[in-house]
């Protein structure tokens, strides 16, 4: 267990905070297991928010900078050249990721970005996947979507225009 704030420690704290050394510096000199952080504690409930002179590191660490290898003319510099329209290389051709055509054939690992998700199964079978196929607009194929995105139902069988009626009596 450390020992506690003696009113020499304190005093020191006083000191050595007022000539603007900063918390860590501080805990260095006083020693005997003071952090910074029970400087900074101490520093707050004595109310000393006030410095003579900004904090200053304990030394300054300069690195000089790497050489930099300058680079070394093969031959002597040339006329201007005229720089021609710039000729579109050839994108490496990209192979899409088999789809799968079944459903159910596509695990967690083999899933990417434009395959339907819907699941297929328990979650906790060994034979759990999902469907695979390609997804439309968002994360389900055609037929998945049609089941998860289905339009609003109204309840009440009002038609639509006595129900607008309706609304618009109470603004008038």
Known sequence: MTPGWTEDRVGALKK?????????????????GVTRNAVIGKVHRLGLSGR???????????????PRPTPQ????????????AAQPRPAAP??????PDLPGTATVMTLGAHMCKWPIGDPSST????????ASEGVYCVEHARVAYQPQV?????????ELAR???RYI
């Open 73 to 84: 003319p093969t031959q002597a510099p040339s006329a201007p050249r005229r720089i021609e």
């Open 154 to 162: 109204r309840k009440g069988g009002k038609d639509g225009a006595a």
């Open 16 to 32: 050595l905070w007022l000539e603007g050394q900063s918390a860590s510096q501080i805990a260095k000199a006083l020693g005997g």
């Open 94 to 99: 990209v192979v899409p990721a088999p789809m």
């Open 127 to 134: 034979e759990f996947s999902f469907c695979g196929r390609r």
């Open 52 to 66: 003579a002179a900004p904090s200053q590191p304990a030394r300054a660490t300069f690195r000089p900078s790497r």
């Open 167 to 169: 609304s618009l009596r």
